[in-house]
């Protein structure tokens, strides 16, 4: 999947929180760790919560001894983080089995957890916890719930400590600004071993509705990051980090870029609705959809963020079908079921594009754009002047214009996996 991001809201408290818990253990910096759980605090998200589960982490350590590497086989150690994201976990295993075997796999859902008790550490960290956080206005419990946070992780550098990485040459994360991959990022980094972090999505900047992706940049941790393409190259750098920092390594799904098919009628259009935070953009869209419904057959893929019923009463009375919620949008993406497709505000149009059909994009001013094709429609008007250009244009003439942004943005015909990790 791929992903947005955005720095503006609730981003700077979150930044001031951050910086208060300015905690370091054995030259760990543990509001580093902790950047994610300090965003759903900052933003009151429900998953941020102390109970007594949440208490047992004191004592716990993630069985970091369960991490293989075999120094006669193995020159990189690469882990996956602790999310459940199977889309994630495929392109970590598309990548590793590049490496021709010099690289080993760890998948850290994996691990387990591990009795780890340090008393003295316990407490002093607590009383640096509740210290940093005096001033402000947090609740004892979410107090109370960082500060376990902070013993569990010290548990977890405690247990690496006892490990040997001497026959480690490179260290490779699937996303090193996240929880256990960011401590060990920066263990390795202490450790003298060069730290690489892969790219999960495409990221790029929006002035507005910041979501938590925006980490992906202010908690930059690795020395070198595998980006896709030169878009995010440039969008690193436009936000201050070091372009020496970044290697453009391509996209990493195996996939054939497909042609538009001749003789296109544009009929049936798959819609991709933007998350549920965008419902007024939507709405939006759909009374221009509504307009036209009589013209072509549109079909929503909701994001998976929407109230399904809503946007099925929403368009009941019109020739407009709201895909099943079962069916994912790679199921959805064939230019023999639907003929083009509208997207809103996200980066599955990139998906879109590479699946051989075409994709206008929907824009009311209230996010940012990123890198595309000329076919951006705010109006009806817009939407079938741009219909109309694109059938007129050379199937050749456009699908060469696709792939320039394609491989701008998401680095698609690009490979270089192995020439950058084994080299």
Known sequence: MLLEISIMGNFENYKILKKKLDISYKGIYLNRVLAVHIWNLVNDKCSFCFSLKHFFLLFLSINVRKMVFDPKQHSILSTFGRYCRKDHLQLYESIINRLEGKASYNNTLEFGWKISIHPLVGM???????????????????????????????????????????NVEK??????????????????????????????????IYKTNSPLDSIQYENFEAQYLMCWGQFSVDEYVSFGISPERLYIAGYPKKIDVKLMKKDNPFKKCMVL??????????????????????????????????NYLYYSQYVSLYNINVISKDKMVE?????????????????????????????????????????????VFQTKEDFEKYICDIKHLSIFDYQADINKILEYAIGVGIDKYKEILCL
């Open 171 to 204: 260290y490779l994360s699937m996303c090193s600004v996240l929880d256990l991959e960011n401590l060990l990022t920066q263990y390795m980094k202490g450790q003298g071993i060069p730290s690489y972090s892969l790219q999960e999505g495409i990221y790029f």
């Open 273 to 306: 609705l933007a998350r549920e935070s965008f419902r007024e953009t939507n709405k939006k869209l759909l009374d221009i959809l509504i307009e036209l419904s009589s013209q072509y057959a549109f079909c929503l893929k909701l994001h998976p963020s929407c």
């Open 331 to 375: 199921e959805c993406l064939n230019n023999k079921e639907y003929d083009f497709c509208i997207a809103v505000n996200t980066t599955a149009y990139y998906e879109v594009l590479m699946r051989g059909l075409p994709c206008l994009r929907f824009f009311d001013g209230t996010f940012d754009l990123m890198a595309g094709y000329n076919d």
């Open 124 to 166: 002093k960290m607590v009383s640096k916890v509740f210290r940093c956080l005096k001033e402000d206005k947090i609740r004892f419990r979410e107090k109370l719930a960082l500060s376990v946070l902070v013993v569990h992780y010290c548990n977890v550098i405690e247990e690496l400590c006892q490990m040997n990485f001497s």
